[in-house]
């Protein structure tokens, strides 16, 4: 009886620790299952971030969007066990065309068969829900029937990227069978295609700000370049209204000094004739039996020797010559600063283009004397009509460009004869070049490869447009380390009979 007793206790017991043990394994059971699914949470909140954390740096490191969207919608496949997916990018600038990718494959899934469904497909599926994505401007889930590599394919996923109002891109996603977890994921790919958009439209006004910023700062530059260049042409202007005002000032003592050198040269004549007879006549009286006058005639003689008065008499002649080509050589270098300096009112008149080119090499004869020797092969031409000054102006431009090229074995040509019913001017030195990157700027305002004070960069402007006033046409030719040609034509008259006689002909 106590046997039975004692076995029915330790049964009870049994029972009591089987149902114990029972409640505990379902516990654990429960709350393994439990940690699975908050481990399984977690990894996707992890993989959700990462995916975020990769748009967020689109904004940092700034690649192109097309090269941008593959590496983020194979994230998103993965993320999702989505099979296909593609995208199309709409630049915001019209000028570059639209694109539309080819159809990627979930790299997590294994699929080595070739792609059944080719890019004009995949373009054609985008291109027909692109006007419902652009209208609504939000996700869209559409119901299909594609069969893509053996898979059946029931839902397309469109999701936009909208920046600044602008449809930049759409995501296709190609599933079959939306689970929870895909439409769970599809708010976290709204999330993301809406941050990308924001960071489109900051990098966009980044972009736009630094773009003006450039702009304006390169508009500064200009225009400081451009008031140092109006400041120099404003100190030209002014030295070529003193030059007008001190060739006027120099050229009414140049003329008496001239007519007096005129007068003084007669009377040099005079006495030069009157110690040449007294020679004859003293060289006559020294026959004379006359002591008294043959001891004056010694002494005459003597001091006609001591004073060397054969050389005075030479010499006095040259440095008069000389003395006379000088204020000459004033006198033309006043009256082409005078001519150059003159502001005329686009007055025309006959002039020899010949004449003109010897009065600039006159007015740069400063320039060019140290750099080397000129050559001039000048044809018989005829007068043209034109501005004398504005002319100058020119070739003397292009001769100080010349010598500021050339060195001190510089070598200039010039080259003036009849070409096309006109006159043909040939300036060539060998000096240092000119870059072909800048031959097309040369006659540009303010253009120069000189340093700041050392030109203005509108001395070929000005040329270029003092010869188009005359109807003319220059233009050059260059090569670093071979020097600068300058080809200037000016036409004759039109009343010109050698241009008469081609009208009759013709």
Not at 197 to 208: A, F, N, W
Not at 404 to 423: P, Y
């Amino acid at each position: 009886m106590d046997y039975e007793a004692a076995f029915q206790r330790e049964r009870k017991a049994r029972k009591n620790a089987e149902q114990i043990l029972e409640k505990k394994s379902r516990e654990l059971h429960f709350a393994n299952a439990a940690l699975k699914e908050n481990v399984s949470s977690l990894h996707f909140a992890v993989e959700e971030n990462k995916f975020l954390i990769h748009i967020s740096d689109y904004g940092i490191n700034r690649p192109k969007l097309r090269d941008f969207l593959p590496p983020m919608v194979n994230n998103m496949m993965v993320l999702s066990e989505i099979s296909f997916a593609a995208f199309a990018h709409f630049p915001f600038n019209t000028k570059h065309d639209d694109y539309f990718s080819p159809l990627f494959c979930n790299p997590n899934q294994e699929n080595h068969d070739e792609m059944t469904m080719q890019k004009d497909e995949v373009e054609k599926i985008i291109k027909d829900v692109e006007p419902i994505v652009r209208e609504k401007k939000e996700l869209l889930i559409e119901t299909i029937n594609l069969e893509i590599n053996s898979q059946q394919i029931d839902t397309l996923i469109a999701l936009p990227i909208m920046s600044l109002g602008h449809l930049t891109s759409i995501i296709i996603l190609l599933s079959h069978e939306l689970t929870e977890k895909q439409t769970q994921l599809l708010d976290v790919f709204r999330t993301g295609t809406n941050q990308l958009g924001i960071i489109i439209e900051h990098r966009y006004q980044d972009d736009k700000l630094l773009a003006s910023y450039q702009e304006i700062a390169s508009a500064n530059e200009a225009l400081k370049e451009a008031q140092n260049q109006l400041v120099q042409s404003e100190k030209m202007a002014t030295v070529g209204q003193l030059s007008a005002g001190i060739a006027h000032e120099i050229n009414n003592p140049m003329g008496f000094i001239k007519s007096n050198l005129g007068s003084l040269g007669g009377y040099l004549e005079d006495f030069i004739d009157y110690i040449q007879k007294t020679k004859a006549h003293t060289e006559q009286l020294s026959k004379s039996n006359d002591e008294a006058i043959i001891q004056s005639v010694d002494e005459l003689d003597k001091t006609w020797k001591d004073i060397d008065m054969d050389f005075l008499l030479e010499d006095t002649q040259n440095l008069f010559k000389e003395s006379q080509q000088g204020i000459k050589r004033i006198i033309d270098i006043v009256g082409g600063l005078k001519r150059f300096s003159h502001q005329s009112e686009d007055k025309k008149e006959p002039c020899h283009v010949t004449t003109i080119i010897e009065e600039a090499l006159k007015l740069a004869n400063n320039e060019l004397k140290y750099k080397g020797v000129i050559h001039r092969d000048f044809h018989q031409i005829s007068e043209i009509e034109g501005n004398s000054g504005e002319l100058l102006q020119v070739f003397l431009n292009l001769f100080v460009n010349a010598a500021h090229a050339m060195n001190e074995q510089g070598e200039l040509n010039i080259s003036v004869k009849e070409s096309d019913h006109g006159v043909s001017v040939m300036i060539s030195d060998n000096g240092c070049g000119i870059d072909q990157e800048h031959l097309d700027s040369i006659f540009n305002p303010f253009f120069t490869t000189k340093d700041v004070g050392v030109g203005t960069g509108l001395g070929l402007s000005i040329s270029y447009g003092i010869i188009e006033s005359h109807e003319g046409t220059i233009n050059v030719t260059s090569k670093v380390g071979d020097g600068t040609t300058f080809n200037i034509w000016l036409p004759y008259p039109v009343s010109d009979s050698k241009l008469g006689q081609k009208e009759n002909l013709e």
